[in-house]
Nanobody
Framework: QVQLVESGGGLAQPGGSLRLSCAAS????????MSWARQAPGKGLEWVSG????????YYADSVKGRFTISRDNAKNTMYLQMNSLKPQDTAVYYC?????????WGQGTQVTVSS
């Protein structure tokens, strides 16, 4: 059974930090490109960041570049998103995504709220 389980969300103050995790099971994690996407209240899904299956390259949306860092540990079947210098506009449900050829999986999401 394929599972992607996000954790680490919560409430942070503007300028603060959070670290999200995405634990994967039920598929060969190291063969899948991984990414984070988010959905703010009343808005569509926005791609945030992606990382190659071997972790050799990472990509970021302009809105988070320089503030967020994506990483993965293939030995632990886990992906991370370190979020620094958080802004109120980062408030959203954050989802992890796994993709390879014709297969794609999504997690259930974790809420991130940035507010003073």
């Amino acid at each position: 059974q394929v599972q992607l389980v996000e954790s680490g969300g919560g409430l942070a103050q503007p300028g603060g930090s959070l670290r999200l995790s995405c634990a994967a099971s039920g598929f060969t994690f190291s063969s899948y490109a991984m990414s984070w996407a988010r959905q703010a209240p009343g808005k569509g899904l926005e791609w945030v960041s992606g990382i190659y299956s071997d972790g050799s390259s990472a990509y970021y949306a302009d809105s988070v570049k320089g503030r967020f860092t994506i990483s993965r540990d293939n030995a632990k079947n886990t992906m991370y998103l370190q979020m620094n210098s958080l802004k109120p506009q980062d408030t959203a449900v954050y989802y992890c995504n796994a993709r390879a050829l014709n297969y794609e999986y999504w997690g259930q999401g974790t809420q991130v709220t940035v507010s003073s």
